[in-house]
Nanobody
Framework: QVQLVESGGGLVQAGGSLSLSCAAS????????MGWFRQAPGKEREFVAA????????LYADSVKGRFTISRDNAKNTVYLQMNSLKPEDTAVYYC??????????????????WGQGTQVTVSS
């Protein structure tokens, strides 16, 4: 079992930045691919970014490429999502997730076994 707890969400103006963290406990953090997903009201949960076991490779949704950066610190059992140049359409609940495998489905929800409870990000225009 892996327990995931997100933090760092909040309210920010368009163009601003936020940094999310996801702390993991339980089985060996470094053995998991970590991903970030988000779900806006009335929409399906969607992929944002993923990072492999050692920090590379990484994968991003086109909608966040160049604005968001995913990173991890295996010594601290934590994965991060730095979000810059935020837009109102980035408003959503952000979830981190853990997967044992990096494969063609890494950007798919079904590839992840463990999920956090989510943290709200609101971007005002």
């Amino acid at each position: 079992q892996v327990q995931l707890v997100e933090s760092g969400g909040g309210l920010v103006q368009a163009g601003g930045s936020l940094s999310l963290s996801c702390a993991a406990s339980g089985r060996t953090f470094s053995s998991y691919v970590m991903g970030w997903f988000r779900q806006a009201p009335g929409k399906e949960r969607e992929f944002v970014a993923a990072i492999s076991w050692g920090g590379a490779p990484t994968l991003y949704a086109d909608s966040v490429k160049g604005r968001f950066t995913i990173s991890r610190d295996n010594a601290k059992n934590t994965v991060y999502l730095q979000m810059n140049s935020l837009k109102p359409e980035d408003t959503a609940v952000y979830y981190c997730a853990a997967s044992p495998t990096w494969y063609s489905g890494t950007n798919s929800l079904r590839g992840y076994d463990y999920w956090g409870q989510g943290t709200q990000v609101t971007v005002s225009s």
